[in-house]
Structures are given as C-alpha cells and as structure tokens.
C-alpha cells in the first residue's frame, strides 16, 4: 500500500477528507521523526514501538574492485510490533 492509498483508505474509514488525513498523517510522522532524532522512543499502545538502533561496524568487499573496507558504526530507525498487532497480523 502506497502513502496515497494509506491516506484514501483512512480518509473512506473516518469520513475526514483526504486532505486533513494527509496533514494529521504528516504531523504524525514528522513528529515520530523528531523524536527519534533526539534520541527517545515512541511507543503506541497496542502498535509497536519506534526506537533508534545502533549498527555496529561492518566490514564490506566491493565486487568490483575486490577492495575490503569499513563501514562506520551508525543508528538507524526501528520498529517493534506489539504483541496485539503481531496477533492481529497472524490471524
């Protein structure tokens, strides 16, 4: 499902139009973003939890060049699903 079907399918759902769907959907995710960014976690009852995870350094050959190099320790975004939305999802 792709963002604008997401945001037609909420729409249909909840009698909002389309365009309040995509502007509460971007101040959702924009805000996720900016949390994550400051380095907390966002948890949403009965979803799942979004938290930054750290990436350890990693070794890497480029096929081409047979050249061995390394890649930098980074964090990047997560996301654990709940264990109602993993039973939801199983059904």
Do not use: H
Not at 23 to 49: E, N, P, Q, S, Y
Not at 79 to 88: D, I, P, Q, Y
Request: charged share 30%; proline share 3%; no cysteine.
């Amino acid at each position: 499902m792709t963002r604008s079907q997401l945001i037609t399918k909420v729409a249909a759902d909840t009698g909002y139009s389309a365009a309040e769907v995509e502007k509460i959907m971007d101040g959702i995710f924009g805000t996720i973003g900016d949390v994550l960014k400051a380095g907390d976690k966002v948890t949403i009852a009965g979803f799942g939890r979004f938290e930054m995870r750290e990436r350890q350094t990693k070794n890497f050959t480029n096929p081409k060049t047979k050249v061995t190099s390394q890649l930098e320790p980074t964090a990047i975004p997560g996301f654990k699903a709940s264990g109602r939305l993993k039973e939801k999802v199983s059904r």
